[in-house]
């Protein structure tokens, strides 16, 4: 067992591009990572058998991550830590995040991979990292598809297909986001049921809807090669009005999408589960003047920023 963290480690969240549903059907998703989103920082206690501490005064938490503790992010923290081989005891650990949690932006990897690289260190193998996280992913949300682990882990754009080894999608230019936190909550589980009965009500209907949100992926992927970006936001266009057949937008993040598109946006489109959690939009050539907008109308949008 490793006896010391590693003092400081970053993660990135994650914004699902295209594909969000599809995926479970197993049909590929294009994950963006939201850069540099989270950090921990570890410091020794003075009596090393100590349970170690976890504080996130952004996410208001304060933990003993005791092992008879029933709190998630311990159980899940722990068992991080036991996979990676990393001390149980001893260490206070102090993190901080622009993420909201629980929103669909892959809070909870970003804290578990962060977690995993202050106990493997900086030079880890990014497959182990993510196997780490992995382990407390598992506890957040019993047998995730391991996409948000992914992208915290390796940043950047990627093409995932449950069950494969994630492809990086090159970009030829950076590439501007714009992630709006609606504010409303939001059962990933529940929206992947509503999904699960529309797809067992009404197969001959659901199911073209899945296969074309599907294609809409790789369509996404070869207009961001040509660099054409209108023609991505027309397809994230599309992707929402087929999200919303099948049940899972709402009239929030439908306000939201059309605030988007009416400050200069390319395409506007709910990213994750739907029902609450988060839009995601292209902006145009002023992606500073659709943020100005939102905070204008009192939300706290989040500009991502990928580069080549
Ligand atoms: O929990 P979220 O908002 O990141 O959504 C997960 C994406 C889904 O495709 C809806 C579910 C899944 O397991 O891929």
Known sequence: MALALHPHAEAHGKAIVLGEHSVVYGFPALAAAVPGSLTLRAAALADPRAPSTLRFPAW?????????SEHPVARACLEVLGHCDGPLTGWAIEGDSRLPAGAGLGSSAALTVALARLALGPQAPVEEVVAGSMAGERVFHGEPSGIDSEVAARGGLLRFVRGQA??????????????????????????????RARVEGYPTLARPLLEVLGRSVDQGIEALAARDLPRLGEIMQIAHELLSALSISSPVLDALCSTALRHGALGA???????????????????GDLVDAFVAEGYEPLLVELLP
Not at 60 to 68: F, I, V
Not at 271 to 286: K, Q, R, S, V, W
């Open 269 to 287: 489109k709910l990213t994750g589960a739907g029902g609450g959690g988060c839009i995601l939009a292209l902006p145009g050539p002023e992606p």
């Open 166 to 195: 994630p492809t990086p999608v090159p970009l030829v230019a950076p590439l501007t986001l714009v992630v709006v936190p609606s504010r409303v909550g939001r059962s990933t589980a529940e929206q992947v049921a509503k999904v």
């Open 60 to 68: 208001g938490l304060e933990l003993g991550l005791d092992a008879r």
